[in-house]
Each structure stands twice: as C-alpha cells, then as structure tokens.
C-alpha cells in the first residue's frame, strides 16, 4: 500500500510518542512535530477514516494493526539508517535528518540489502 510520506511521519511519530509516553494526543504530535493544531486535526481525520487510527472519546489515539504496520516499518527503516550514516562518519544530527527523508523513498530490496550488510558488522 503507498500512502503519502506526510501520513507515514505522523503514524512514525504516533508509535514514538506512544512507545515513550503514552496514552497520544493531538497536542503531543504537534508539540512534537512542531505543526498547527489544524494540520494535525486534518491529518488525523484522514487517517482515521482510511483505517490507519482510532481515536477515542478522550481523544486518545491508537495505531491500527495497518497503521502499526507502516510506522514499524518507518521507524526501523528511520533508526536504521541513521545508525548506518553514523557509522559512515556522518554526524548524529545530519544523519537523522537524512535517514527521515531516505525512509521514504527507499525501495524495500535496496534497504532490505543495507540492512543485511548492517548486520554483518
């Protein structure tokens, strides 16, 4: 399934959030994000109605099992190649950076082959 990049930042980060200080809310993704209120309340309406989260009377928003889908993979593809640069001399706040624009656009042969040769070392 191909989604936008900017759904898969805010699933990434929902899963983040939720993994350091859950329950998630709106307020937290855009503290965390440093976005409008508005952005996040249009971007969680889309991906609650395209099945991605649930959000309940208290405003708490959960992954579903696809939405967890996609963030996992978003987040091994983010701290994984952020390792990799690091490793190859790249500083830790450069790296990050790139890491969460190559996340995106990586085909799953080329990261799943980077990944691979991470293991190796």
């Not at 990049?5 to 993994?19: D, F, Q, R, V």
């Not at 952005?39 to 208290?58: H, P, Q």
């Not at 579903?64 to 889908?69: L, M, R, Y």
Request: one cysteine or more; hydrophobic letters at 40%; aromatic letters at 6%.
């Amino acid at each position: 399934m191909i989604i936008q990049e900017s759904a898969e930042n805010y699933l990434e980060t929902i899963l983040i959030l939720n993994l350091r200080n859950p329950p998630v809310r709106s307020i937290d993704i855009v503290n965390e994000l440093s976005v409008t209120k508005p952005s996040v309340s249009v971007a969680m309406k889309n991906l609650r109605e395209n099945g991605f989260i649930t959000m309940d009377d208290a405003g708490f928003i959960n992954l579903t099992a696809k939405g967890k889908e996609i963030a996992e993979t978003m987040y091994e593809r983010h701290t994984l190649l952020t390792k990799w640069l690091e490793g190859l001399g790249v500083n830790p706040e450069t790296a990050a950076e790139d890491a969460c624009r190559i996340e995106h656009v990586i085909s799953e042969d080329s990261f799943e082959a980077i990944k691979k040769l991470f293991k190796k070392k």
